[in-house]
């Protein structure tokens, strides 16, 4: 069975840096791209950032340019989201997801405290 596991949210100050890291079981992610997606409150989900396979290309949503990082250790299964100078407006439920497969995570809580 193929499961995704979010970790590393928290409560942080604006200005401050977090990472989270996805973590997958049941199968191997090095052939597979992953996205992070993140739903504020009261809001729709919307996409963060993705990378492909072997990491060698990455994309981000232009509100998280410049400020998140998405990278992936194949090696350890996991991929990872670096966020650097968060703001208030990044609060959040952060997913990540394998398009391919219509695979979520349940997602890590970030609050961003002004």
């Known amino acids: 069975q193929v499961q995704l596991v979010e970790s590393g949210g928290g409560l942080v100050q604006a200005g401050g840096s977090l990472r989270l890291s996805c973590a997958a079981s049941?199968?191997?992610?090095?052939?597979?791209?992953v996205r992070w997606y993140r739903q504020p409150p009261g809001k729709q989900r919307e996409l963060v950032a993705g990378?492909?396979?072997?990491?060698?290309?990455?994309y981000y949503a232009n509100s998280m340019k410049g400020r998140f990082t998405i990278s992936r250790d194949n090696a350890k299964n996991t991929v990872y989201l670096q966020m650097n100078s968060p703001k208030p407006e990044d609060t959040a439920i952060y997913y990540c997801?394998?398009?391919?497969?219509?695979?979520w995570g349940q997602g890590t809580q970030v609050t961003v405290s002004s």
């Open positions: 049941g199968i191997i992610t090095s052939i597979y791209a």
């Open positions: 990378i492909n396979s072997d990491g060698s290309t990455n």
């Open positions: 997801n394998l398009p391919s497969r219509n695979v």
